[in-house]
């Protein structure tokens, strides 16, 4: 039990659409990262949250954005959705900028 | 750039036998290394993780790995296999604050009786 949690757990959206995946840490997770890992592939690194600011980014475009919120949750955004977007996205939380991050069961978008 | 390399795209053992996954890394600076462990339809499990110290890090479920910097690698190994150690393994180093990572391809690791 890593105490991350994310929903949808599957989720169907056709090309162009928008879609928001949420993660839910538990309290003291005040870092959260969001990785997107494609079929066969390890996980790519999207971006980091660090107390609700963007504190790194990876090489993924404008339409990804994400949200971090008090409460530790946070939100994955997908704007203008292409078909190399369906993918495992997982999200990762920690306590701090260097300790273990605590990854979440993700969620598997699948774009048509 | 940073970079980590799993040669091994799928290897297959024997239960009982012994274990050594590959990972090389490339970065610039002191790299935070990590192993963890992904069984179908679920997430990552973390195995073990190397910030500083003694180069050889013990780990969950039996698994230790090497740090050597003078090969840029961080390999996974463990005495005996077991029949649940089949998976999808991951290397990644972690950047800047050490928790942005950079994960391997992944090593798929078969068991047979």
Do not use: M
Not at chain 2, 5 to 20: F, Y
Request: charged share 15%.
């Amino acid at each position: 039990e890593t105490g991350v949690t994310q929903s949808p757990t599957h989720l169907i959206k056709t090309r162009g659409q928008q879609v928001t995946l949420r993660c839910s840490s538990q309290s003291g997770h005040n870092t959260v990262s969001w990785y997107q890992q494609a079929l066969g592939q390890g996980p790519q690194f999207i971006f980091q949250y660090y107390r609700e600011e963007e504190n790194g980014r990876g090489n993924f475009p404008p339409r990804f954005s994400g949200l971090q919120f008090p409460n530790y949750s946070s939100e994955l955004n997908v704007n203008a959705l292409e078909l190399d977007d369906s993918a495992l996205y997982l999200c990762a939380g920690t306590s701090g900028l260097q300790e273990t991050q605590y990854f979440g069961p993700g969620t598997r978008l699948l774009v048509l | 750039a940073q970079s980590v390399t799993q040669p091994d795209i799928h290897i297959t053992v024997s239960e009982g036998a012994s274990l050594e996954l590959r990972c090389n890394y490339s970065y610039g600076a002191t790299p935070y290394l990590f192993w963890y462990v992904q069984s179908p339809g679920q997430g990552l499990q973390l195995l073990l993780k190397y910030f500083s110290g003694d180069t050889l890090v013990q780990g969950i479920k039996g698994f230790e790995a090497e740090f050597k910097r003078s090969q840029s690698s961080f390999n996974l190994r463990k005495p005996s296999v077991h029949w649940s150690d089949a998976a999808e393994y991951f290397c990644a180093v972690g950047i800047n604050t050490g928790n942005q990572f950079y994960f391997g391809t992944g090593t798929s690791l078969t068991v047979i009786p």
